[in-house]
């Protein structure tokens, strides 16, 4: 009887005004920053996929075309910008497990990242989507940090998102609503 | 007699501790970005550069070959991060000519971008460097814009950018020591 259970557990939890189409984070996420942009609420990109570009091609004389290129790991975090005057850096995670996030999700370098902008002054966190749940959870990253700094497992529980994440709303248009919940834990 | 004239300029406006070997702009700036993240002094990234990829082939099984891609237009400028609390924005670019800057060099969607991040309380300008004269000038982005919106001209004049700019200095491992200029003009 899992299914009548976890649809019960997803409106409880999801607050939702509005259904996903089942769009991936990262979509959900431009989308919201988007509405952001255009209202002037807050100015907060993705930044683009790192790559290493090996050959460039030149078909014709304005168009040109790389033909050979890597991704390279990412040494800072995929999402940052400015709200309310303040620096905001985050990473955004799908989980697929139902009860941990596990920490190899997210690149050592990325932990490093969010630490040192941390002692600079910035509103850090990692967005981690449960999908089985579908809710998004705001974890701030210093809440984030202590536990994995003193953690023997290899994951966050889902017990532990629940009681120290901040759910993050859905609204119309808002499909991940981040600032509202930035507003709530950080101002 | 242009030779005499332009080194007497060159060291005067310069300050130069050391000599930079003639690298170019970004270069210089990821290496001074770089002191300041490994010494804690600020965390400011330059960001990828923007690509749409369309086609990738995996040779082998953890290797992605990304075999067909394109440059976008960037919508934001290239570095950002954050210094003693205060998000930095700014873009960079290289001035061949000896008169002027010429405003088709900064593209209309990052005169845009840097103006909502000033909005939103942003440290944010420009960096040109003169490559005849080797002088990095420091534009604040409002100074910048308040030219910009009200002249009718295409460039910047090199007299104006003397006048409003602020010389950034080259120091020993430093080659664009742009958070001392960010100190004296900003805090």
């Known amino acids: 009887m899992k299914y009548p259970n976890s649809q019960k557990t997803y409106e409880k939890i999801g607050n939702h005004d509005t259904s996903r189409r089942g769009m991936s984070l990262e979509y959900d996420i431009n ?11 807050a100015n907060i990109h993705k930044k683009p996929t790192p790559i290493t570009i090996v050959n460039v091609e030149y078909p014709s ?6 033909t050979e290129a890597y991704f390279k790991v990412p040494s800072t975090t995929d999402y940052n910008g400015i709200y309310k005057g303040r ?6 995670k799908e989980c697929r497990s139902k009860t941990s996030f596990p920490f190899s999700s997210i690149h050592p370098h990325q932990i490093k990242h969010l630490r040192s902008v941390c002692k600079h ?5 990692i967005i981690i989507r449960m999908v089985h749940y579908d809710v998004d959870y705001l974890i701030d990253f210093n809440e984030f940090d202590e536990f994995y700094k003193t953690t023997k497992r290899r994951s966050l529980p889902y017990e532990w998102i629940k009681e120290k994440g901040h759910p993050i709303k859905v609204k119309l248009m808002i499909p991940c609503d981040y600032l509202k919940t930035i507003d709530e834990v950080y101002f």
Chains 1, 2 share one sequence.
């Open 61 to 66: 004389r304005n168009k040109a075309k790389i």
């Open 31 to 41: 989308l919201s920053s988007q509405y952001y942009l255009e209202r002037e609420m």
């Open 121 to 125: 002054g910035a509103i850090a966190f």
């Open 87 to 92: 620096y905001v850096d985050f990473e955004a």
